[in-house]
C-alpha cells in the first residue's frame, strides 16, 4: 500500500452538499485520521451516502471545505486523487464485459499512469485483492454475469487493489452472505492495522458496525448527532432519538461490543389467534418480526445464527426460535428445531433473507410447511437471483417453493397476508 501521510487524513469543516436546490447534508465538521475505521450510521435518508460523495468529490460542494492529507480536495488532479483515496459506491452500473480480472487491474490506473508501479507489483497487488474478496475463481468470469454478492467483491477488490491510504465504502457488505459479510469486515480493519490506512464506511447493521468500527459517526437529517467509539455512541437514549423507536443495548458476550435491538412497542390484539413462523436472517426480518410482535401474533423464527442482527431482535422481543453457532452452517438439529417451530404455525414468511449455502436449510424448512399446509408467504420472490449464493442447490428449492406460496412486494403486506 501507498505510505499514508502521518496525522490526519480527512479533515471537513462546515461542509455542506446536496442535489440541485435540496440541501441534504450540512454544517458536517470532523476530522478522521490513518489506522482509524470509521462507521457512518443513522436512518435511511440521514445524508450517508450524500456525505461520502462529497468526501470523495462526487459531489460538488454547496459550501464548506474538505482537506485531504494537508491539502484541499480540489486541489487533486483526478489521478492523484486516485492515489489518495479509493471510493466503491453504493451501486455501480454494469461492468460491461470485462472478466473480473479486468476489472480489479483497473484499481492500478493511477499508479501506473503516474509511473508509481511496475508490472510485478501490480500483479501481485491484484492477486492479493482477488484472494482477499475469496474471488479468485472467478478471475475470469465476465463481470456482468455475476451476482449481487459477487458484483459486490469486485468493486471491493478493485478498491484494495488501488492500495490507497483512504478507504471510503458505501455499504460494503450488502448483498453478501454472512461469511463473506464478516470476510470483508475483517479484510477491511486488517488493511486499516497493517497499512495504517483510514476506512471510513456507511453501514446498516449497527452490530456489524461496533464489531468493526473503532469510532462510530451517527448522522440524522443531514447532520451529525454523535461522534465517538461505539460504547458512546450506541446507547438506548441516544440511538431511540435518532432512530425514533426504543431501542435494546446488551453487550457481546464473545466480542465485548454493544449488541443493538429495536424493542417493539405496544402490542394489538387482531391477530392473537395466528402463529406466525419467519425465515429471515442479516437484519432482513427486524421489521417483521417486531410488526408481527406488535399486532399480538404469536411469532417464531429461524433458523438464525447467534449474534445474527434477526437473532438479536427476536431475542429481545421474547420470540422463541431455532439457532445454530455464529458464522456456522446449520447443523441437522437445529434445521429439526426449526422445522418443528415452521410446521406448528399457521402461516410461514420468507423475508428478502440472502441464501448461502450455510444457509440454505431455512429453504427446505419453508418447503417441509409449504407440503404440510401451511400458508407461505414470500416477499419480493423476483429479487431471488440476487440474493442467492448457493446456485442451483438453492433455485431448485425456490423454484419448488414459489408453485407453493402467496408473493408479498415488502415486509408490510407479507404480514398482512400472514395475520389476515
Not at 5 to 23: K, Q, T, W
Not at 49 to 56: K, N, P, V
Not at 109 to 134: P, T
Request: charged fraction near 20%; include cysteine.
Amino acid at each position: 500500500m501507498n505510505a499514508p501521510p502521518a496525522g490526519r487524513l480527512i479533515e471537513a469543516e462546515n461542509l455542506s452538499a446536496g442535489y440541485g436546490p435540496r440541501p441534504v447534508v450540512s454544517a458536517i465538521t470532523f476530522a478522521a485520521s490513518a489506522g482509524e475505521v470509521v462507521g457512518l450510521i443513522g436512518p435511511n435518508g440521514a445524508g450517508k451516502s450524500t456525505l461520502l460523495r462529497a468526501l470523495t468529490r462526487a459531489l460538488p460542494l454547496r459550501s464548506g471545505s474538505v482537506v485531504l492529507a494537508g491539502k484541499p480536495l480540489r486541489s487533486y488532479s483526478s489521478l492523484q486523487l486516485a492515489t489518495l483515496m479509493a471510493f466503491v459506491p453504493q451501486s455501480e452500473p454494469a461492468l460491461f464485459d470485462f472478466t473480473v480480472e479486468e476489472v480489479v487491474w483497473m484499481g492500478r490506473h493511477a499508479l501506473r499512469a503516474l509511473k508509481r508501479s511496475d508490472a510485478a507489483g501490480d500483479a501481485r497487488a491484484v492477486r492479493r485483492a482477488l484472494a482477499a474478496m475469496d474471488i479468485l475463481h472467478l478471475a475470469d468470469r465476465r463481470a456482468n454475469a455475476l451476482s449481487g454478492g459477487e458484483h459486490r467483491r469486485v468493486l471491493i477488490a478493485r478498491a484494495l487493489a488501488q492500495e490507497a491510504p483512504i478507504l471510503v465504502l458505501d455499504e460494503p457488505t450488502a448483498n453478501l452472505d454472512i461469511s463473506h459479510e464478516r470476510e470483508v469486515l475483517e479484510t477491511l480493519t486488517g488493511v486499516s492495522r497493517s497499512a495504517n490506512a483510514l476506512v471510513i464506511a456507511a453501514m446498516h447493521d449497527l452490530n456489524s458496525a461496533a464489531a468493526a468500527c473503532s469510532r462510530l459517526l451517527l448522522m440524522v437529517r443531514g447532520s451529525l448527532a454523535a461522534d465517538g467509539p461505539p460504547e458512546q455512541v450506541l446507547t438506548p437514549e441516544t440511538l431511540g432519538s435518532a432512530y425514533g423507536a426504543s431501542m435494546l443495548v446488551a453487550r457481546s458476550p464473545f466480542f465485548g461490543t454493544p449488541l443493538v435491538s429495536a424493542q417493539a412497542r405496544t402490542r394489538g390484539e387482531s391477530a392473537r389467534s395466528r402463529r406466525v413462523h419467519v425465515i429471515c436472517g442479516g437484519g432482513s426480518g427486524a421489521a417483521t418480526l417486531s410488526a408481527l410482535w406488535r399486532q399480538g401474533a404469536e411469532v417464531t423464527a429461524g433458523v438464525l445464527n447467534l449474534l445474527d442482527g434477526d437473532q438479536e431482535t427476536a431475542a429481545a422481543l421474547g420470540i422463541e426460535h431455532a439457532t445454530e453457532q455464529p458464522f456456522s452452517a446449520i447443523g441437522p438439529e437445529a434445521e429439526a428445531a426449526g422445522q418443528e417451530l415452521a410446521l406448528k404455525a399457521d402461516a410461514l414468511i420468507v423475508t428478502e433473507v440472502a441464501i448461502g449455502h450455510g444457509n440454505v436449510a431455512n429453504l427446505r424448512i419453508a418447503l417441509a410447511a409449504a407440503k404440510a399446509g401451511t400458508r407461505v408467504v414470500l416477499v419480493n420472490p423476483g429479487g431471488f437471483d440476487e440474493r442467492n449464493f448457493a446456485d442451483e442447490v438453492a433455485g431448485a428449492l425456490w423454484r419448488e417453493l414459489v408453485g407453493m406460496s402467496s408473493t408479498a412486494d415488502d415486509a408490510t403486506a407479507a404480514c398482512l397476508l400472514a395475520i389476515g
